[in-house]
């Protein structure tokens, strides 16, 4: 019985998955029908639906991130602005950069590989200034953490820009005939994919080999500053591709607010999928379902009546308290003090 306990509780997404179950628990008792499912137009209602849809965005986020944190032992903290650049871009582009739109003036596919692009460039760079520079990743992602927005706000002008087309709210909407949001599939296409490439090629291997020793790995021939690189490069599409759903939502970029925080969310979702983040090994479906918890926290923390601006302090806690629980020095008091539990029993049962 205690090697089966042992087991469950040994297994890395035991973890995880009790806060996920916490945080649902916690809505189904504030919100009795929480897990009801509607249809309305043919298309699924529902708090669980609301969930998953708007985590969408957070997961690929996560995604991205949890390769970085695993390569670098950083975290990319300018995600958030990166996906207002991509979603400024896009929107320029196929609306002539004027602030209101109601006509295409450039194909929705060359806005989106726009989108794209503007995320690759911002991951390469942040991956050449931590993989070849050597920056600190927490230092090397603040310049466009920084200054991300007001790039943003130079492809605006400075405005709201809008696209009153049906179909560029499709995206982050609901395609006709198709129950699910189309969010949630655009973020199950790219944990597909990043799960086919990390397991069907030995890059998934390398990225934890550099995680855990970089120099190590370049010692037995591995090309270290490349595959930090391409980790942080990776992290700037997915933040691209977040950054036109966040768009489509709301038809709109608002370079102030789009993507605002979510990289305290991305970093949260990572660190609560039971990744280290000090790198090296990681869990994928780790973070898609630390990204869920997150989405799902918040829906209960709004309906506990805190207002959004409240939000990340509640949320800096809940970080805290994990990166504790993953601290070695935690763990080695945790181990002396079950050790010495255990003696001063036995001490008394020889008495």
Request: glycine share 10%; net charge positive; with cysteine.
């Amino acid at each position: 019985m205690n090697n089966t306990l042992k087991k469950i509780t040994g297994y890395r997404l035991f973890l995880p998955l009790v806060c996920l179950a916490l945080v649902l628990l916690v809505n189904v008792i504030k919100t009795p029908n929480f897990f009801a499912i509607s249809i309305q137009n043919g298309v699924f209602y529902g708090y669980i639906v609301d969930v998953i849809n708007r985590a969408s965005e957070l997961v690929i986020l996560a995604v991205g991130m949890t390769l970085v944190v695993a390569a670098s032992g950083g975290t990319d903290i300018s995600v958030g602005a990166v996906s207002a650049v991509a979603g400024a871009v896009a929107i320029f582009i196929i609306g002539g950069g004027e602030a209101s739109t109601d006509f295409y003036h450039a194909p929705y596919i060359l806005g989106f590989f726009a989108a794209l692009l503007a995320g690759t460039l911002c991951g390469a760079w942040n991956g050449f200034l931590v993989a070849k520079m050597k920056i600190q990743p927490m230092v090397a992602t603040l310049i466009l953490f920084t200054a991300g927005r007001g790039i943003a706000q130079l492809i605006t002008g400075g405005n709201i820009l809008y696209m009153r087309v049906d179909s560029f709210k499709q995206l982050g909407g609901f395609i006709q005939g198709v129950p699910l949001p189309t969010p949630v599939f655009v973020a199950i296409f790219v944990v597909l994919i990043t799960l086919f490439i990390l397991k069907k090629t030995a890059l998934g291997l390398y990225i934890q080999t550099v995680g855990i020793n970089a120099k190590a790995a370049r010692l037995v021939g591995l090309n270290s500053v490349l595959i930090q690189f391409l980790t942080y490069t990776f992290c700037g599409i997915c933040a691209g591709i977040a950054g036109m759903i966040i768009t489509s939502r709301v038809y709109s970029i608002d370079a102030n607010n789009a993507g605002l925080n979510m990289e305290l969310d991305a970093i949260l979702a990572v660190a609560l999928g039971g990744n280290s983040l000090g790198g090296g090994k990681f869990s994928l479906i780790g973070s898609v379902i630390g990204a869920i918890t997150i989405q799902a926290l918040t829906t209960t923390l709004y309906a506990m009546k805190v207002s959004a601006d409240q939000l990340p302090v509640y949320k800096a806690i809940v970080v805290i308290i994990i990166v504790s629980l993953q601290s070695p020095e935690l763990k080695r008091m945790l181990r002396n003090a079950k050790l010495q539990l255990q003696n001063g029993q036995q001490g008394k049962k020889v008495a």
